[in-house]
């Protein structure tokens, strides 16, 4: 069956970095486009970044443009989230997703998506 496994989360200080990776089994990632959102405790769940299949590309959400970059190695069927400069408001579960995807079509950052890993913590804190 589809599945998509987050990693990299953990503890980090501010103005710090982390890069979390999505791996996904059981579909070819080259096919799919893929979702980076986050949920803090008592906020709603907010879309950061996705990446398109196929061609790749990019959308960002103004609130981490410019800090987070997302990519792909389509020879690992992983997707990433490089997040720099990181603030405590950043702190949040972090999941990805995925859903199948038009060939060069831009992708989305609200829900939808078909399938979701069980997200991993990340923590901005001194």
């Known amino acids: 069956q589809l599945q998509l496994v987050e990693s990299g989360g953990g503890l980090v200080q501010p103005g710090g970095s982390l890069r979390l990776s999505c791996a996904a089994s059981?579909?070819?990632?080259?096919?799919?486009?893929i979702a980076w959102f986050r949920q803090a405790p008592g906020k709603e769940r907010e879309g950061l970044s996705c990446?398109?299949?196929?061609?790749?590309?990019?959308n960002y959400a103004d609130s981490v443009k410019g800090r987070f970059t997302i990519s792909r190695d389509n020879a690992k069927n992983t997707v990433y989230l490089q997040m720099n400069s990181l603030k405590p408001e950043d702190t949040a579960v972090y999941y990805c997703?995925?859903?199948?995807?038009?060939?060069?079509?831009?992708?989305?950052?609200?829900?939808?998506?078909?399938?979701w890993g069980q997200g991993t913590q990340v923590t901005v804190s001194s």
């Open positions: 059981g579909f070819t990632l080259n096919y799919y486009a």
């Open positions: 997703a995925a859903d199948r995807w038009p060939v060069s079509t831009l992708c989305r950052l609200g829900d939808g998506y078909n399938y």
């Open positions: 990446i398109g299949s196929s061609g790749g590309r990019t």
